[in-house]
């Protein structure tokens, strides 16, 4: 099993930023992408950006050039950089982690509130 735990929600003025953690425990050998989804009141889960183990990040049209994903592997650890938050930026986010044991193993985190407004 892993668990993940992010850290690093809260309330946010428009055009400001946040810095969102997910840290990774447990049985963490075999860790491959791992990423960032959101999800609105009223909307489905949505794919934020992930970054696989070699370092390539990806990201959602919606964020690109405002959020940056970044890992340090040592840590078991991912990161997402918010900048220039908009209010539709506004939702829980949870970090995902895929593991490689023979088949791929999806966990996800239990979310963070993220709130822009003024």
């Known amino acids: 099993q892993v668990q993940l735990v992010e850290s690093g929600g809260g309330l946010v003025q428009p055009g400001g930023s946040l810095t969102l953690s997910c840290a990774a425990s447990?049985?963490?050998?075999?860790?491959?992408?791992m990423g960032w989804y959101r999800q609105a009141p009223g909307k489905q889960r949505e794919l934020v950006a992930f970054?696989?183990?070699?370092?390539?990040?990806n990201y959602a049209d919606s964020v690109k050039g405002r959020f940056t994903i970044s890992r340090d592997s040592a840590k078991n650890t991912v990161y997402l950089q918010m900048n220039n938050l908009k209010p539709e930026d506004t939702a829980v986010y949870y970090c995902k982690a895929d593991v490689r044991r023979g088949t791929i193993y999806r966990y996800w985190g239990q979310g963070t509130q993220v709130t822009v407004s003024s």
């Open positions: 970054i696989t183990n070699t370092g390539d990040a």
């Open positions: 447990g049985s963490t050998a075999g860790i491959s992408n």
